[in-house]
Nanobody, 124 residues
């Protein structure tokens, strides 16, 4: 069993930055494949960035977000720069021990463990 707790959300003006954190409580953290998803009001949840247990990183978009993990601290991060109002959403951390390589890292059903989310609001 893995518990995920997100933090770091908040309100920021367009062009600003935020760093989200996701603390994982469980075991074999380094074996987890992890991802950030987000869900804006009235929209479906979408993948933002992922990092597999083998270190493979994927981004849904490019250039403004950076995903990283600190296995010593059991923590996943999402550095978000040059934020835009359209980045406003609830951001969720997801994890699983077995995300097959042939499955997109942005497949929600691939992850068994989810955090409660942290809200990011970007004003223009």
């Amino acid at each position: 069993q893995v518990q995920l707790v997100e933090s770091g959300g908040g309100s920021v003006q367009a062009g600003g930055s935020l760093r989200l954190s996701c603390a994982a409580f469980g075991y074999r953290y380094s074996s987890l494949s992890m991802a950030w998803f987000r869900q804006a009001l009235g929209k479906e949840r979408e993948g933002v960035a992922s990092i597999r247990s083998n270190g493979d990183i994927r981004y849904a978009d490019s250039g403004r977000f950076t995903i990283s993990r600190d296995n010593a601290k059991n923590t996943l991060y999402l550095q978000m720069d040059r934020l835009k109002p359209e980045d406003t959403a609830m951001y969720y951390c997801a994890a699983d021990y077995r995300v097959p390589l042939w499955v997109s890292a942005f497949t929600e059903g691939a992850y068994d463990y989810w955090g409660q989310g942290t809200q990011v609001t970007v004003s223009s």
